[in-house]
């Protein structure tokens, strides 16, 4: 399979519910190997926008291609070509450490020998060899976040997303984690991460912030405080969401 | 003399195998804003569930305005207010439908208590012929935090009212505990959010079931000993990498921006360090890296309290 | 392929990781298997008669104790005058009763023969036809070996045909029926109810107002008492319109132990509640737990005179049975509370127990 050039393109993508415009005809691209940020408020449209890029939920209109397939019409290439992780739902708890690695190098029809090699590879990288046999349950929310973010890694997709993957952990296993993910994306993966974490913003190669279904703000973070005139991302983000609490 | 609303000595709670909260000793003052900063699994939950009479310690005793959370049970659950951490309320039925159902099993009408959560309501009101499933997360919390309100409590307990809640709308939630603060009420809150503790009077950091510091946020900070400083511009991994090899580094980790460099020199001189370090990285390749003087925030704090407290297999870098 | 076997693998963790859901998957088939095949019985197992014999002589005597040889009939009473057989019947003494004329053996060897009213309680339409099957062959085995003429002794059978004329099935159905619904209405519901506030996280909000657990059990639950109410009513209305279902007794006193059984029902879906975790093992508690054994134990059904002796000690502590023998009393054979204060009185027992067990069970606290 050839390498895209672009990891995400999304052209006027577009996702209505009745007569509600979830997603209204959003324009964007991401490169490979670049650390993205998608950020908005609540009620945006980014989990919508989201699972379109997924191929959980077809658009209405318009198109995207994420890892060189159509998402609306490919959902099923879509999926296996990239990992997914979000807050909610990482691993399952009442499976061991090892249990877990396997079963999703499984799912994504990996070879016993590759699945051995990289379950190794993985639980030898975070330094959970002791913890293998135990249940994911007994481990602490931040060593299960980062397990969660190599396992969705595992079978080396093109693209990851991730879903508020730091909601509600430590600030040291929060940093940590975002090493982890500067190191993906130095091996080629592209990052398409959500977050509430303001400073986080600051970590992504590019942004963009969703207000009411479309794109208000996108580029890097210091193109997108420049253009607001802001001093953090936070301040643009405000200026965005809330234009009348803006003195 | 200030009252004493909460006053919590060696508290201990299991659930199982877990240990939850290991020997917590704290007092919160009436009209104080307090917070528990700590990440998930401190064991914040569990301190405010035995604060609010859900729970019952397992060892050591707490107190909420002057009553014992065991004894005096029925008595307290007339004078507190609570919201739990995830959204408990119906969602299949109306905004107003809620308030009025939370309002009657208390005793009380909403007429009655309008003007103390009408700064609240007001903002809601708009939407409430809507069921409360269909509200959006801000709106969910504002609700929340009504219906709690509604009795006229003495003291309210929140347990991570924004979590999950963009940055905008937390702004805004903590805007109207300021209020509410100002207004006389006694309010504990927890959250893992770090920069939420600049807006309390008090803090307790949480970690692993027991309290780090208990103190107001500037004091915390201010009690920081190790220089610190703030590293910017390009290659940023590669600036981590540099700084992490520096001998006297204590640690370093992106903060937004920039990268945060402690150095274990405990006492140096800011200046005279970020002069070291412009030296050294610019040898090692890096000169158009930018070194100043930081003052150290919560974030900064609670990280060096928890490696302390941990050791130091949390410091420092993936594996 | 592999992916296929890799999601079942991990079907095959999750299952054998939750015991109780697997105790309750392996196990309780089993006990159903077992509770089916002892209480399907439609063979008859006794046949209580009662005998009255106005001039005993040999023949009278001697046909009696044919009877009692037998391992099917027992003979419990002896009068000598049908006044009191309409009493035994009532108060289900007695399945059958055979009443000699004045000169049997006379009337034997005498051109027309004689004459034996056989009566048989037909409430139940299939064991009312075998018994008098069994009935006959006895007495036609007897009339051949004496050596008399077959047709020497006339048979009149007579069936109780008041507590079931038509020997409609419905009629009988409907009583379990009414059971069987309230159990589900009721018990289902208010198991469910109680335990989705458990799981969505809202009881935690309740629990700490001021709202005592029986308040709190009340609110949730009463308004499922009027939904059954409205149920019984609906269904009591339809099998006497569109059926022509009979209600001999009190209107009023049906109504009235209806309510009582709601209550009974809705006690033990707050105790299914407490003592489950999640909604889904609430339902499955209370469809296995509770409607099961009323359907298969109750009698409605299965005679649970047919049952082994130990499933019909069993069988005492089925609300629904108690409750059928109540309703079909006073649909079918129109008795009123001086005959049935007794399974009143256990049924109310009942309920009282299983509130008091589910309002201790329900603590003002999470832990």
């Not at chain 1, 994306?185 to 977050?195: D, I, L, P, R, Y």
């Not at chain 2, 659950?77 to 109306?94: A, C, H, Q």
């Not at chain 3, 707050?270 to 009323?294: E, F, K, N, Y």
Request: charged share 20%; aromatic share 8%; glycine share 10%.
């Amino acid at each position: 399979m050839s390498t895209p050039r672009k990891a995400v393109v999304a052209r006027d993508l577009t996702r209505r519910f009745g007569d509600f415009t979830a997603v209204d005809a959003i324009s964007f691209e991401v490169a490979q190997g670049e650390v993205f940020g998608f950020l908005g408020a609540n009620g945006a449209g980014k989990t919508t926008a989201i699972r379109m890029l997924t191929g959980l939920l077809g658009p209405t209109s318009g198109s995207a291609e994420v890892a060189g397939h159509d998402v609306g019409r490919e959902p099923e290439l879509v999926k296996r070509a990239i990992g997914y992780m979000s807050q909610r739902f990482s691993l399952y708890e009442d499976l061991t450490v090892r249990e877990n690695i396997t079963l999703f190098a499984g799912i994504y029809g990996l070879s016993d020998l590759e699945i051995r090699r990289r379950t190794e590879d993985l639980l030898e990288r975070l330094q959970l060899g002791p913890q293998a046999g135990s249940l994911v349950r007994s481990l602490p929310l931040g060593w299960r976040q980062k397990l969660a973010f190599s396992v969705a890694l595992v079978h080396g997709p093109a693209v990851v997303f991730l879903d508020e993957p730091t909601g509600g952990v430590d600030p040291i296993t929060r940093r940590q984690f975002w090493e982890m993910i500067y190191q993906a994306a130095a091996e080629g993966t592209t990052v398409f991460v959500t977050t509430h974490y303001m400073d986080e913003a600051e970590y992504c190669d590019r942004l963009s912030i969703m207000v009411d279904g479309r794109i208000a703000a996108i580029g890097t973070p210091a193109e997108v405080k420049r253009e607001f005139d802001a001093e953090s991302i936070e301040d643009a983000f405000v200026q965005l969401v809330r234009p009348e609490a803006t003195p | 003399m200030t009252r004493v609303d909460v006053a919590v000595q060696g508290l201990r709670k299991s659930f199982g195998d877990t240990l939850a909260l290991d020997g917590i000793d704290l007092e919160i003052r009436s009209g104080e804003l307090f917070g528990f900063l700590g990440p998930d699994g401190a064991g914040k939950t569990t301190l405010l569930r035995i604060l609010a009479t859900l729970m019952r310690p397992d060892e050591g005793t707490a107190r909420v305005l002057d009553r014992d959370v065991v004894r005096d049970m029925w008595e307290l659950r007339r004078l507190v207010g609570y919201m739990p951490g995830r959204f408990s309320l119906y969602p299949d039925l109306t905004v107003e439908e809620n308030l009025r159902f939370f309002a009657t099993a208390f005793g009380t009408t909403v007429e009655k208590q309008y003007e103390v959560i009408a700064p609240i309501y007001r903002q809601i009101e708009p939407f409430k012929t809507r069921r409360a499933g269909a509200l959006s997360g801000g709106m969910k919390q504002k609700l929340a935090l009504s219906c709690a309100l509604v009795h006229r409590p003495e003291i309210l307990l929140l347990d991570e009212p924004t979590t999950g809640v963009d940055a905008v709308s937390r702004r805004e939630f903590w805007d109207l505990l300021a209020d509410m603060r100002a207004g006389g009420l006694t309010i504990v809150v927890s959250t893992p959010y770090m920069d939420e503790a600049d807006r309390c009077d008090r803090v307790a950091l949480v970690q692993r079931g027991r309290t780090l510091a208990i103190d107001p946020p500037g004091e915390i900070v201010a009690r920081y000993p190790l220089p610190l400083l703030a590293v910017k511009g390009g290659d940023r991994p590669g600036l981590l990498r540099e700084l992490r090899d520096f001998p006297h580094v204590h640690s370093a980790f992106p903060f937004g921006e920039t990268l945060h460099y402690a150095d274990n020199r405990t006492g140096g001189d800011p200046a005279g360090i970020a002069g070291e370090l412009t030296a050294y990285l610019t040898k090692r390749g890096l000169p158009e890296a930018v070194v100043v003087p930081e003052t150290p925030g919560i974030e900064d704090a609670f990280m060096l309290l928890m490696v302390t407290a941990d050791g130091p297999d949390l410091a420092g870098g993936a594996a | 392929m592999r992916e296929l076997l890799g999601f079942m693998t991990k079907e095959f963790h999750h299952i054998l990781r939750d015991r109780r859901t697997l105790a309750i998957l392996l196990l309780l088939p089993v006990a159903q298997v077992l509770l089916f095949g002892f209480a399907v019985r439609t063979d008859i197992r006794e046949i209580r008669l009662a005998v009255v014999d106005p001039s005993p002589d040999t023949a009278t005597i001697d046909l009696q104790s044919r009877f009692q040889g037998t391992d099917l009939f027992h003979l419990v009473r002896h009068e000598t005058h049908t006044a009191g057989l309409q009493d035994l019947f009532q108060r289900r003494l007695i399945d059958m009763a055979l009443v000699f004329p004045v000169d049997f053996g006379a009337s034997l060897d005498r051109a027309g023969g004689a004459d034996l009213l056989v009566i048989t309680d037909t409430t139940d339409p299939n064991t009312g036809s075998a018994r008098q099957t069994y009935a006959r062959n006895v007495i036609d085995r007897w009339t051949r070996e004496r050596g008399q003429a077959s047709g020497s002794v006339r048979i009149v059978p007579q069936v109780r045909m008041d507590f079931n004329p038509t020997l409609e099935s419905v009629n009988l159905f409907v009583p379990g029926l009414i059971a069987v619904l309230l159990t589900v209405v009721s018990a289902l519901m208010s198991a469910i109810t109680l335990s989705r506030e458990k799981e969505t996280g809202t009881l935690e909000v309740l629990l700490v107002s001021p709202l005592r657990p029986w308040q709190i059990i009340s609110g949730k639950v009463l308004p499922y008492l009027a939904l059954g109410f409205l149920n019984v009513v609906s269904v009591l209305v339809a099998a006497r319109v569109v059926f022509g279902v009979p209600i001999r007794g009190s209107i009023v006193l049906l109504l009235a132990e209806c309510l009582l059984f709601i209550v009974t029902s809705l006690a033990l879906g707050v105790l299914m509640a407490a003592v489950t975790g999640s909604q889904r093992t609430a339902m499955i508690g209370a469809i296995m737990g509770l409607m099961m054994p009323t359907v298969l134990l109750s009698g409605m059904i299965f005679p649970v005179s047919s049952m082994p002796g130990w499933l019909q000690v069993v069988s005492h502590g089925v609300p629904g049975k108690w409750f059928l023998l109540i309703s079909r009393g006073i649909m079918l054979k129109g008795v009123g509370i001086e005959y049935l204060w007794r399974e009143t009185a256990i049924l109310a027992g009942m309920t009282l127990v299983f509130l008091g067990a589910a309002l201790r069970a329900f603590s003002p606290r999470l832990d």
